[in-house]
Structure formats: structure tokens, C-alpha cells
């Protein structure tokens, strides 16, 4: 994608580099900037702090940390030690465990001295495949909003309703649900979009906004608690959200408010799909609510809010009274019987067990 004329993906490393650069999402979208990952613990720091979000992007973070990490110890005790420490910076988003697992798996058996060069080769190809993923899944997503567009007599836009930010910065390039998106506005299609806020660290208004005008697609920004009474009066045409985290009976986790988005079209009648990367389903798992492990966020996302002063700086101000207690979860768990359906690189599935072998059926 393109930012000012000049085209950049989301995580980039010069091949005769050991280093890796990223752009640095907290300035966004009042500032863009990269900040240059020089180890492991600035990659952990960075999914910590969620420089790098969204649970592709998140995984090939992890991989090029661990790495980075294998680089400067390439021990067999740091094959584990580095794989756990890199594992418990973001616990939700099963695709840095995913990364993770494959990084391991390939440097195990090697010799020390090997280690490093294997990692960065496999590094490497888990970009690249992120890329090629993402837009295969854009292709797949945007024959549905053709369909929609085809019934309603390309009489009108297509209205979709997304949550989050599920675009390009949250991937190395295309995005999930916001790629279809892209695809379908670039084939020709007429879209409109609404953007949920998505508090509390309003990823929809700073991110999603930001993307889609830099794109040049239609778009308005709503309040979370909007989309129901849009789905009520016929103004939402399709919902598409993202996941970082599918269970293998289609429970999807994805961030909190998606839920109740859910809940609202499934009342209204509007299809409601997930868009995810194969890598993001977790078939350890079956029942979401009950097995996926949320994580809890720090209270001043919540009581405080950023955004840009008179003079131009970005500055941090509270909403609350200070020493309010806030609880801050960061997920939530849509049921697979809430979806309509979901759109992955290999095609569009049930939200079912049977829907994901289908799809995947060397998952056995």
C-alpha cells in the first residue's frame, strides 16, 4: 500500500541486515514513522507496546525476533528460552505462537553456527507468504460484496460495517477484512464503509480511517455502540471483522466489541463474516469461550486518550477521575453460531469443524 505516493509494507529488512524496521502504529495516524528493531527485546517491546498489531503482523514480528535472538546466542537452551519469552508478549493472537513454532521446528536440529542464517531464510518466507496469503483471501472476500452489490441491481454502494483495524498495518501487506475491501473498491466495485471507533484504543478512528482515506475509499466513522441502529434501518449491507484467534469449530476471538456486533446482525439479518489467515486457526481448540485465554490491558488505555493539541504535538489526557478501577479486556470471543460465515485464503467456510476440514484437510 501507499503513504504519500511511496509504497511500504508494514515490516521490511535490508537482506545484508540483521536488523528489521517497522512502522511505528502508536504515532499513527497523526505521524509516520519507522522504528528499527535492533533485537529481541526491541521485537517484544514492540508487541508489547503494540508498535506492530494485528495477529499476522504480530507473527512475523515474533519470527524476526527470534532471529534476532538466535543471532546474538544461537545456544540450545536460548531454542526454548527465546521461543517463550518472544510467546508471552501478546498471549491472545495465536499467530505468534504459530510463527513461532515453525522457527523452531526449523533451526532445532542445526548446528549452532547454522542457526542464525536458517531463521532469517525462514523469516524471511513467512513475509513473503503473508503477502501472498492476504491477497488470495482478498480475492475470496470480494466475490461477496460482488454478490451483494450483483442483488441489490448496482443500484447503490455496498455498506459494510468492520471493527478494529484489520488492514495492511496490521499485516505485512493487503490486510484480512479491510483487504477485501481494498480488492473489491480496486475491481470496480462501489463501497462504503463504516468504522467503528473501537475503544479503547480506537484502532478503527486512528488506523482504519486513516488507511481507507489514504486508499480513497468512501468511509464514515461511528461511535461502537452505533452499528446496531444502523443494522436496524437497512444501512449495513455486510459486517467484516477480523480474528486473532478462530477455534477449530469457528469460535472466533477478535477484539472486544465484536460480540455485540454479532449479536446485532445476527437479530437484523446481516451476514456477518470473519476474515482470517489459516494461520490463525488454533486446532488445539474447540470451545473459545471457555479455552481462550484473554488478555487483560493496562488501565490507562481506558481512562486516557491521545490525540493531537493546538500546537501540533501528539499529547495523552485523561478522561476518568484519576484512581478510577477500570477492567480492560482486550478480547472477546464470538460464538461460531453468531457467524455467517468465514473467508480464509483457500475459500469461504461454515463456521463449523466440518467447514475448517473442508478448507484444511490435512488438518485431519
Avoid at 104 to 125: C, F, G, I, K, N
Avoid at 132 to 145: M, P, W
Avoid at 284 to 307: C, F, Y
Wanted: net charge negative.
Amino acid at each position: 500500500m501507499k503513504v504519500d505516493g511511496v509504497a511500504y509494507r508494514s515490516i521490511w529488512r535490508d537482506p545484508s541486515e540483521t536488523t528489521v524496521t517497522v512502522v511505528d502504529q502508536t504515532l499513527l495516524p497523526h505521524r509516520f514513522d519507522t522504528l528499527k528493531l535492533m533485537n529481541v527485546a526491541d521485537a517484544i517491546d514492540a508487541i508489547k507496546r503494540m508498535v506492530v498489531r494485528g495477529a499476522p503482523l504480530i507473527g512475523v514480528t515474533g519470527a524476526y525476533g527470534y532471529a534476532m535472538a538466535l543471532r546474538d546466542d544461537p545456544s540450545d537452551a536460548n531454542v526454548d528460552a527465546a521461543f517463550d519469552a518472544i510467546n508471552a508478549a501478546r498471549p491472545t493472537a495465536v499467530n505468534l505462537r504459530w510463527a513461532l513454532e515453525i522457527m523452531r521446528q526449523e533451526v532445532r536440529d542445526l548446528a549452532p553456527d547454522d542457526r542464525a542464517v536458517a531463521a532469517y531464510v525462514t523469516a524471511d518466507r513467512l513475509r513473503a507468504e503473508d503477502i501472498e496469503t492476504n491477497g488470495a483471501i482478498a480475492e475470496q472476500g470480494a466475490r461477496l460484496v460482488r454478490e451483494i452489490y450483483e442483488a441489490n441491481g448496482r443500484s447503490r454502494p455496498v455498506n459494510i460495517l468492520t471493527h478494529c483495524n484489520t488492514g495492511w498495518i496490521a499485516c505485512v501487506d493487503w490486510g484480512t477484512a479491510l483487504g477485501v475491501v481494498y480488492r473489491a473498491h480496486d475491481d470496480g466495485i462501489p463501497v462504503h464503509v463504516w468504522v467503528d471507533e473501537t475503544r479503547p484504543r480506537n484502532q478503527g478512528a486512528s488506523l482504519t480511517t486513516w488507511e481507507l482515506g489514504s486508499h480513497g475509499v468512501p468511509h464514515t466513522l461511528i461511535v461502537d455502540n452505533a452499528g446496531g441502529h444502523l443494522m436496524q434501518h437497512g444501512q449495513v449491507d455486510i459486517c467484516l471483522v477480523g480474528a486473532d484467534r478462530v477455534t477449530a469449530s469457528g469460535d472466533a476471538c477478535n477484539k472486544i466489541g465484536t460480540y455485540l456486533k454479532a449479536l446485532a446482525a445476527k437479530d437484523n439479518h446481516v451476514p456477518f463474516y470473519v476474515v482470517l489467515p489459516g494461520s490463525t486457526i488454533d486446532w488445539g481448540m474447540q470451545d473459545g469461550v471457555a479455552e481462550i485465554e484473554i488478555e487483560e490491558r493496562a488501565s490507562d488505555e481506558v481512562t486516557h486518550i491521545s490525540g493531537v493539541a493546538g500546537d501540533g504535538s501528539i499529547v495523552k489526557v485523561r478522561l476518568a477521575p484519576k484512581g478510577t478501577k477500570v477492567g480492560n479486556p482486550a478480547f472477546d470471543v464470538t460464538p461460531a453460531r453468531l457467524v455467517t460465515g468465514l473467508v480464509t485464503e483457500r475459500g469461504v467456510a461454515p463456521a463449523s469443524r466440518e467447514g475448517l476440514r473442508a478448507l484444511y484437510p490435512e488438518k485431519g
